[in-house]
């Protein structure tokens, strides 16, 4: 279970990241609007619905069958890009703390030598606030991607995506709760709504998002190559 606590000047005077992190574990990671391109060029871009809310969220989808990122081999990423999601740990924003930081102290050894949070007066380092700043612009990038998927919601443009693996034995796997947009609903867009769509840059996002799906090819190659049972073939279908 993770130790969430606000980041305080005494108790956290200095960390030393524990590494690895739980990138090993990863079926998925969110992304920012700005990453779609270079995300696009290793991982299928889908939408998952949030259960409690049943808002939908920009993800980079990383794992088929396995609850494991296929990305991850002998403790280090393979991949082209990286989301900038998965480097944000052990810090989280935190508008009620002083300093606008919480730290997670189960990835963290605290005051061991590693890098300087604070200076000999309590006050932030300039390694603090490069963190809190690099946090802050991941954190609303991210929040950018949910207004874009916010705005295909609500033209009612996000169709259900089937993803059937059929395994060397002739069984079949289906992965549930994948989203996508739906390519006749973009195509029935009125000429209004295209302009719209272009002009905010969603319609680019769009396209991006549907070629990104030919990247469910390289996860099931990637899932042979680990030594799994062998996945002969991924058939994707939108529900339109």
């Not at 874009?148 to 395994?167: G, H, N, S, T, Y």
Request: aromatic fraction near 6%; glycine fraction near 6%; include cysteine.
């Amino acid at each position: 279970m993770s130790r969430i606590t606000a980041l305080h000047n005494a108790r956290h005077a200095s960390v030393q990241l524990r590494y690895p992190t739980g990138a090993a574990k990863l079926r998925f990671a969110l992304l920012g609007r700005s990453e779609l391109t270079l995300a696009g060029a290793d991982f299928p871009l889908c939408l998952a619905k949030e259960a409690d809310t049943g808002r939908f969220n920009l993800i980079a989808l990383l794992s088929l069958i396995e609850p494991r990122n296929l990305f991850w081999l002998n403790e280090k990423w393979h991949a082209t890009y990286l989301p900038e999601s998965t480097t944000t740990a052990p810090f989280f924003l935190d508008a009620g703390s002083k300093h606008g930081l919480a730290i997670d102290e189960d990835d963290a050894t605290l005051n061991a030598g590693g890098m300087q949070l604070f200076g000999a007066d309590g006050q932030p380092t300039e390694t603090l606030k490069n963190i809190f700043a690099r946090l802050k612009r991941i954190t609303d990038d991210v929040a950018d991607g949910q207004r874009m998927v916010d705005e295909f919601a609500r033209r009612k443009l996000i169709r259900p995506l089937q993803l059937v693996l059929e395994l060397d034995d002739g069984r079949e796997h289906q992965i549930e709760g994948l989203y996508t947009l739906g390519t006749e609903a973009l195509a029935a867009l009125e000429d209004r709504s295209v302009l719209e769509l272009y002009r905010s840059g969603n319609l680019a996002a769009a396209a991006i998002m549907s070629a990104s799906l030919s990247q469910i090819e390289r996860l099931r190659q990637l899932h042979n190559a680990s030594g799994a049972k062998p996945i002969t073939s991924a058939r994707v279908t939108i529900e339109e």
